[in-house]
């Protein structure tokens, strides 16, 4: 079949070619944006006097009626045409005849693919933005839920001071309000239109981009043609904030492997996000949270990939950039389907706050209150801090924990200590004494849960 294209050359290219050539298998799901840009062309191309309004009306009814036989199945993508874009056009062209060859009038498929590209990716950031929202909303619930439950906080996966699982679990609320802001952001940049710009020069006609811009929801136009048909900034900078979004997810499911082992046994996953093993009857595994964490590797990759394709690229368009696509859409699908897992699973999530209190209870984290204590008796904390380490291994050497070390072994250790020792060492209470601001003190823990859920409303509003 001769191209659409065909001038120069007979427009006849080998199968292979074609193949190797052809995007329609994976730009076909811009068919609705690359139809919307069309609708838009063509009431700017009437209004400008470029076409007749008569000929807009035809081309424009042809377009709906494309849309609504893609929608209702009537009508089929062909996969041997070379994209979407040629795809509508041809089909235009059968139905309404001559009017259709106008469409392309004062546009090239160069600023066509950005144009789509843009509304497309615009739209799947919204709805992202919607999922990260929901992941918030559910780990400020369970926080919520399990603000009492106290737990080892950890560094260098050792553990290392008492917190609040509630405390724990809004560290991952801050992350996700981040990446909101990240894709919020990024969503304004994405948000200008390169239509018009054409191939890469503008055009001779005198038309009105900022026009079809509106129309089209963009809050202005790509100010340099060139720029407008090369930059991929849009789909790189999405990217790079759903890697670090997916890097937050991963790390959450990390822990919650952990946790849900027997080694830990701080949360419960709910049946219907684990599986069974095929030979161990006893085997309760974390899949949904391991292949979310395995999926970040590929999320990574996507974002390699279209940095690789366009690190050595000349302005303006060249064929290459065919190969943002499959990147960003895999990109975009692995997140949605990632969140879409994630939400409930959290959601299904039970913590053993018991489990949590029994890993507190040893590993001496509340060593450092027991310096603090020594240091509000007049000590310097360096000397504090030995006499906190002979007492840690007075236990040691003991099999006994802080709570549960005699006065007289602490007294031999400094005549400071006293019976009220017990007191500063109880591990609620040293959560308690956190009373720094973001801290994991009860009130402090209570603060943040209305920081969140204030910043989440702030989002809604908007």
């Not at 062909?78 to 106008?102: A, N, S, W, Y």
């Not at 060593?367 to 801090?385: E, H, I, N, S």
């Amino acid at each position: 079949m001769a191209k659409m294209w065909a001038g120069v050359t007979e427009g006849v290219t080998s199968k292979i070619a074609d193949d190797f050539n052809s995007s329609i298998s994976f730009d076909s799901r811009m068919f609705r944006e690359d139809i919307a840009g069309s609708v838009a062309h063509a009431k700017m191309l009437s209004k400008q006097g470029i076409i007749a309004e008569s000929e807009a009306d035809v081309i424009i009814a042809g377009l709906v009626g494309i849309l609504e036989d893609l929608e209702a199945g009537k009508l089929k993508i062909d996969p041997d045409c070379e994209d979407i874009h040629m795809f509508v056009e041809q089909v235009l062209t059968e139905r309404i005849g001559d009017p259709g060859k106008k469409l392309h009038t004062a546009r090239s498929r160069n600023d066509q693919v950005a144009l789509d590209l843009r509304m497309y990716l615009r739209n799947e950031t919204d709805g992202i933005i919607s999922l990260v929202m929901e992941a918030a909303e559910v780990l400020c619930g369970k926080a919520e839920e399990y603000k009492t439950a106290v737990m080892p906080g950890y560094t260098h996966l050792q553990r290392a001071q008492p917190i609040l699982f509630g405390h724990h679990l809004l560290a991952y609320c801050m992350m996700l309000l981040r990446d909101i802001g990240r894709l919020t952001d990024c969503k304004k940049r994405m948000n200008k239109s390169p239509i018009g710009a054409c191939a890469l020069a503008g055009t001779t006609y005198l038309t009105d981009r900022r026009f079809e811009a509106g129309l089209l929801g963009f809050d202005g136009i790509c100010e340099n043609s060139i720029d407008a048909v090369s930059d991929r900034d849009f789909a790189l900078e999405l990217m790079s904030a759903l890697a670090i979004l997916q890097t937050h997810l991963s790390r959450f499911c990390e822990e919650l492997i952990l946790w849900c082992s027997w080694e830990f046994k701080f949360v419960t996953l709910s049946d219907s996000f684990t599986t069974g093993s095929s030979i161990m009857p006893q085997k309760k595994n974390p899949d949904m949270a391991e292949l979310i964490r395995g999926k970040t590797g590929r999320v990574f990759g996507d974002l390699f990939t279209l940095l690789t394709v366009l690190k050595g690229l000349p302005l303006a368009y060249n064929k290459d950039m065919q190969e943002d696509k499959e990147a960003v859409f895999d990109s975009v699908d692995a997140l949605k389907s990632c969140l879409g897992v994630f939400i409930p699973m959290v959601r299904e999530m039970k913590a053993i706050p018991e489990n949590m209190l029994k890993a507190a209870k040893t590993g001496f984290i509340n060593a450092t209150d027991l310096a603090d204590y020594l240091v509000r008796k007049g000590l310097p904390f360096r000397a504090a801090y030995k006499v906190a380490g002979r007492a840690v291994a007075k236990c040691t050497e003991k099999g006994l924990v802080l709570d549960s070390l005699p006065l007289e072994d602490y007294k031999a250790l400094s005549e400071l200590i006293d019976e009220d020792v017990y007191g500063e060492i109880d591990l609620m209470n040293c959560v308690k004494k956190r009373v720094s601001e973001g801290g994991t003190g009860p009130d402090s823990v209570d603060e943040q849960i209305a920081y969140v859920k204030s910043e989440l409303n702030k989002v809604k509003e908007k």
